[in-house]
């Protein structure tokens, strides 16, 4: 399987899934436009507020298309399995240097929306090389298109699932059409598994057993991985989460992760989340400790105020190195200060760049619990930061959440540090 993997896909090889036309569509109206991309939604499903989450992608797919894949040489391709309007397609296209990009939706009703858009880049750019296309527009089940492109040996750089709900059952097929390296960007709406409404659900979809957290936010995100973690093991594979990212709208979870050949100690960052309700602290667990999982806080297990989670990723949430290269890359295009539906690049990376600390454990704590605990007005988040790192701990902001700290500083000394900066004011 990874010699398959690592086999080269030509654009011209590629089997259209409907004959073409001969009229070209006409060019849609510019109604909407993203970082200087113009393209038309028309009756697609669209939204604005996830410009943010095409951004990282963007700027994730370019690195890797100049410096991450195994054959620089080879054309670059990218798969967008659920493609909408197609406009990630066409910033595939038109900002990441893609050589071909695949456009797929489910919905044949959309297809002059589709069409129309990738034409308007086509047109304007430079004629493709002989006997290569650009692009292509099909309409399968996003299963059915990936299975089938994995069976022609034909794989990608670059595979999105931007899909409604979970996306669980679409995993497996991703990777298997995804080259050895390439990277994996998978999309899931499914908040009511997250916040532990839907156990059942997140079980036969991740694998995972998930109750109500203080974090949930958090846990939805580590359960996705979790859950890729998990398929890409039983393919004989391991994966490396490139960026994940929570946004309020919707509320959705994204996550960029990255294939690597051969498996891993996959127990090392795949466990189970303990949390006290008790004293406020959260820890980690793995396979081995299953029948240990308590808190110390009391001297026997009280059943009541353990909440515990998993199995999910535990390991870091970004890689650091490569978040810092897409920060520079915003910088290099001038995204990295300019606001798009009130998210900034420079803030959001910055922000995940620290959450990057391997010693920060999963999870966060909200100010209103410290200042609870303690019995005094909440700190200022910045002062309580600085006064943790000033103690030797890791401590930061979250993307996740607003008015809550990540940190490896137990509670109960979070309490008595948030004591401490009260007294002195």
Known sequence: MAAAAAAISLPHS????????????APPA??????????????????????????????????????????????????????????RALRYLAQAGADFVWANDASEALRPVIVANLSRFERGSLPAEAGRRRWVVSHNDATRLLAERYLRREYFDVIDVDSFGGDSAYVRAALLALRIGGLLYLTS??????????????????????????????????????????????????????????????????????????????????????HCKSCGQSQTFGFDELGQISCGCTDRTDVDSIAVVGPLWT???????????????????GWAYTSENGVTLEKLLSTMIEESDPRLPPGYIRLDEISRRAKVNSPPLGTLIN?????????????????????NCPIASCIDVARVIRNLR
């Not at 590629?14 to 569509?25: D, E, F, G, K, S």
Request: proline share 6%.
């Open 14 to 25: 590629l089997t259209p899934p409907l004959h073409a036309t001969r009229r070209r569509p």
């Open 189 to 274: 709406t499914d908040w009511r598994s997250a916040r532990g409404y839907g156990s059942r659900s997140s079980l036969s979809s991740y694998g995972a057993y998930i109750c109500p957290m203080p974090y949930p936010n958090e846990v939805g995100l580590r359960m996705v991985i979790g859950g890729a973690a998990r398929e890409a093991a039983l393919l004989g594979f391991h994966i490396t989460p490139v960026f994940s990212y929570f946004a309020y709208h919707g509320p959705i979870y994204r996550v960029m992760i990255q294939l690597c050949n051969g498996k891993d100690d996959v127990s090392s960052n795949y466990g189970f989340i303990c």
């Open 387 to 407: 006064s943790l790192r000033k103690e030797g701990f890791s401590a930061c902001r979250s993307h996740i959440g607003t008015n809550v700290i990540k940190t």
């Open 30 to 87: 510019c109604a909407h436009s993203e970082r200087g991309v113009s393209f038309d939604p028309g009756s697609a499903f669209y939204r604005s507020d996830s410009a943010a989450g095409r951004d990282l992608a963007v700027l994730a797919a370019t690195l890797h298309r100049r410096h991450g894949r195994l054959d620089p040489s080879a054309p670059f391709l990218c798969l967008d399995a659920m493609c909408g309007c197609g406009v």
């Open 315 to 333: 390991g870091p949430l970004h890689d650091a190195s490569f978040l810092n290269e897409m920060l520079s890359l915003a910088n290099e295009w």
